[in-house]
């Protein structure tokens, strides 16, 4: 098969000289979201050694919906700009039924953010720049070094790894472990998944279009279409003329007969025409799967990504999860590590990411259920609703060809402050951080570019020299004015405090990942140190 892209190859790591070596941080698995992590960890000065057992990134699209929250993350982490230069921008999906439009939704309605609803890119462009980005921020990269065993211990855990000049062993005193769906290091420490795997099948073809098409540069869904009868189509639109085509096979498919290329450009072939010429780039084949572990965090080792749970790709839910992992747990241990924050702040990341992972699993079930129904009742209700949604706004809703993928709102986590005062809506205690236009110095600017990496306190108001001066160690101030005045962020739009909900004088401390920690009315010392304490977890929960 054809290929627009080709795999870097990194020299094998050699064995280190010491056959005993102790280690702060380890993070298994250089994907996706072991690359963050990494990154993040770095960024914040804890040393880490990254482990992966191939030499290259992944191979295939893989992921390639990158969410406006995980954009965010990687605009805070130094490459958000490469995604928009690189990536394909969308924010349409539409849906069809047989051979109609049902409807159509815009996942970005309001202006105001520096990033879209969704960039589509392959993940091994994002991979590659995380390669980059880690080796200069420090990380030591071992590629072609596999973790075949672990010993968890009271204090970290014992790795036996194999590299080509030899095996040794590794201590952690915290493992990471992103190795993946099939993670030797879970399975090594007998932890099972709960959850359903779904009896259904789906091909993912990633194909050159070369020519005119038919298509915008927006997410469709086809129920029952003609070119492909009976069962689900999806279609988006990636970097380099590829596009990425999920064609519904059915549980009792064949996964090596159907990844044969003359079978997948038939069917490819009955979608476009016979007159669009198209190449192959990549095949593979997979079954739905909804669940995660119990707990993420065992002792010394905390799992991440696709090690720690599991959803189907309608949705775009898998990656933009683990990225959000990473983006949870890099500042809690970096915290840990450098005598901050009490090791029960990682208690956070199970408090915090397992509700996340459930919404996620709960969204991606129902869209499984709704896309391949079991039944002939379940069938006749999902076609009943597309009827009716291409005549009436109320049955849209009730369509589910993969809820997109959105930021949790932590409202139960235990870092969480109860409001000071009286709040008119805005973003609440555990939301994200939201995005606006601001000015500085004169330019244009985005509000998120001052927030994170550590706290920060979003004072609405002019610069107060008093405030500042009294805040707890660790906390930086941002003044944000609804006038132009030195030393303050101009929110000239008044989007800022609009999203905020944020009167005059009202303040916002900002966790180091973006999410909101606590709200003030009138911030004061003892308030404000009261929540960063919380949000360090260094007092109890009442």
């Known amino acids: 098969m054809p290929a627009t892209y080709t795999n870097p190859r990194y020299a094998p790591a050699p064995r280190p000289d010491a056959p005993d070596e102790r280690r702060p941080v380890v993070v298994a698995g250089a994907g996706l979201v072991g690359l963050t992590l990494a990154l993040d960890l770095a960024r914040h000065g804890v040393p880490v050694v990254l482990l992966d057992e191939d030499d290259t990134v992944s ?34 999906g539409r849906v069809f039924h047989r051979d109609r439009e049902a409807y159509s939704f815009d996942l970005l309605p309001e202006e105001g953010h520096e990033y879209p609803a969704f960039v589509n890119l392959q993940q091994y462009h994002a991979e590659e720049w995380l390669v980059e980005a880690c080796a200069e921020a420090g990380v030591e990269l071992r590629w072609k070094h596999r973790v075949a065993g672990v010993t968890p211990q009271a204090d970290g855990a ?107 450009a038939a069917r490819v072939r009955a979608m476009l025409g016979p007159d669009t010429p ?96 079991k039944t002939d009742a379940a069938r006749a209700y999902r076609d009943a609703v597309l009827d009716l949604a291409a005549r009436h706004a109320f049955a849209r809703p009730l369509v589910n060809s993969g809820r997109l993928s959105r930021p949790s709102v932590l409202a139960g986590s235990p870092l969480n402050n109860p409001d000071k005062g009286i709040w008119d809506g805005g973003a609440p205690p555990g939301a994200p951080a939201p995005d606006a236009p601001v000015m500085r110095g004169g330019r244009p600017d985005w509000l998120l570019r001052h927030l994170g990496d550590g706290f920060r306190l979003l004072v609405f108001g002019p610069p107060d020299a008093g405030l500042a001066a009294r805040l707890p160690h660790g906390v930086v101030p941002v003044f944000v004015s609804a006038e132009e005045v030195p030393g303050a962020l101009w929110d000239h739009s008044g989007l800022a405090a609009a999203r905020f909900g944020a009167r005059r004088g009202a303040a916002v401390l900002v966790r180091p990942d973006q999410h909101v920690a606590a709200r003030f009315a009138v911030p004061t010392s003892g308030l404000i140190a009261a929540a960063l304490d919380r949000a360090l977890g260094r007092e109890a929960t009442p």
């Open 158 to 264: 014992v790795l036996a790894v194999e590299a080509p000049d030899g095996a040794y062993t590794l201590t952690a005193d915290w493992l990471l472990a992103c190795d993946g769906a099939r993670s030797p290091i879970r399975d090594a420490m007998g932890l099972p998944f709960t959850g359903q795997v779904f009896r259904d099948r789906f091909l993912i073809a990633d194909v050159v279009i070369r020519g005119d098409v038919a298509f915008p540069t927006e997410r469709w869904f086809w129920f029952d279409p003609p070119f492909h009868p009976g069962q689900s189509v999806l279609l988006h639109k990636q970097p380099d003329d590829v596009w990425r085509i999920d064609f519904q096979l059915g549980w009792d498919a064949d996964p090596e007969e159907e990844k044969r290329p003359e079978k997948v």
């Open 278 to 373: 198209f190449d192959l780039e990549w095949v593979s084949v997979y079954t739905f799967r909804c669940r995660r572990l119990e707990r993420f965090r065992h002792g010394r080792v905390i799992f991440a990504g696709d090690s720690a749970h599991q959803v189907s790709p309608f949705g775009a839910r898998g990656g933009n999860s683990g990225v959000q992992d990473a983006d949870n747990l890099a500042w809690k241990l970096a915290l840990v590590l450098n005598g901050r924050a009490p090791p029960a702040l990682l208690d956070s990341y199970d408090a915090e990411r397992i509700p996340a992972t459930d919404e996620n699993i709960l969204h991606s079930t129902r869209s499984t259920d709704f896309i391949t129904p």
């Open 59 to 92: 191979t295939g699209s893989r992921a390639i919906c990158f969410a406006k929250r995980t954009l965010e993350i990687y605009g805070r982490l130094g490459l958000g700009e490469r995604f928009l230069r690189k990536g394909i921008t969308w924010k349409t």
